[in-house]
């Protein structure tokens, strides 16, 4: 996993880009991503051997999710990373013991992924929890490969 020096290495050659970037977000070792103010909610049954499931697409500055509630948001940030490192995102602190939690592909962001990352986010608590655009609401951790993979995301 790397460093806050390593990840200040990555992102001053431009091989690890967040755009826009807060260089108050460097943790030690974790950069925190922001919330968007797009969402995406699901209006219907799920069903896996359907592929088109009905969904409502909105934008919005806070949202109150209920308990139990689940919601799609992203990050205000694009991510690019580099085929020789992997990303993974957990929740923040604050927010997980509010009862939220944040994941990305079960938490993931291959190599060579350049995008805003979708945020699963779940109220897990027995109250409702209300979510600001612009909250720092989950850190990425990045790991280096032992070597490049075969493909890239």
Do not use: W
């Amino acid at each position: 996993m790397l460093s806050d020096c390593d990840l200040h290495k990555l992102l001053k050659r431009g091989e690890l880009v967040i755009q826009p970037l807060n260089v108050a977000a460097i943790g030690c070792a974790s950069i925190d991503l922001t919330l968007a103010d797009q969402f995406v909610e699901y209006t219907d049954v799920i069903d896996s051997q359907n592929i088109s499931v009905a969904t409502h697409s909105f934008s919005t500055s806070t949202i109150t999710l209920p308990p139990q509630g689940f919601i799609l948001g992203m990050t205000r940030e694009r991510i690019h990373i580099p085929a020789e490192y992997y990303g993974f995102i957990e929740t923040r602190g604050n927010f997980a013991r509010a009862g939220i939690t944040v994941s990305s592909n079960d938490g993931h962001i291959d190599p060579g992924t350049d995008s805003k990352i979708t945020l699963e986010i779940h109220n897990r608590n027995s109250v409702a929890v209300t979510l600001h655009t612009g909250d720092a609401i989950c850190q990425l951790f990045v790991f280096r490969l032992l070597s490049p993979p075969s493909r890239l995301y």
